[in-house]
């Protein structure tokens, strides 16, 4: 079983950058990938970007290229999302998702495809 638990959320205005982190515990495999989401008022939850533990590959939405980073530390098996240049639009519910025993080839960018879920951290964008 894993567990993860997400900090970082707040409020910031326009512009401006937050960092959110989601620290993983208990048995996690090597071949792990881990990703966030975001689930905005009123919306489905969406795919912000992904990123494996082994191979090192990243994806990221269209909607955040070139302007949030995701990023690893492995010892502490945690995984970041610093999100510069924010926008109103991303305000949101952001959820870290893990999946265990990634392939290449697994499609990162579906929600259905992980295991774990954090508990969701608010970020309130103001303009």
């Known amino acids: 079983q894993v567990q993860l638990v997400e900090s970082g959320g707040g409020l910031v205005q326009a512009g401006e950058s937050l960092k959110l982190s989601c620290a993983a515990s208990g048995r996690v495999f090597s071949t792990y990938a881990m990703g966030w989401f975001r689930r905005a008022p009123g919306k489905a939850r969406e795919f912000v970007a992904a990123?494996?533990?082994?191979?090192?590959?990243?994806y990221y939405a269209d909607s955040v290229k070139d302007r949030f980073t995701i990023s690893m530390h492995n010892a502490k098996r945690t995984v970041y999302l610093q999100m510069n240049s924010l926008k109103p639009e991303d305000t949101a519910v952001y959820f870290c998702?893990?999946?265990?025993?990634?392939?290449?080839?697994?499609?990162?960018?579906?929600?259905?495809?992980?295991?774990?879920w954090g508990q969701g951290s608010q970020v309130t964008v103001s303009s």
């Open positions: 990123i494996t533990w082994s191979a090192g590959d990243i």
């Open positions: 998702a893990g999946k265990q025993g990634y392939e290449r080839g697994t499609i990162l960018e579906r929600k259905e495809t992980y295991e774990y």
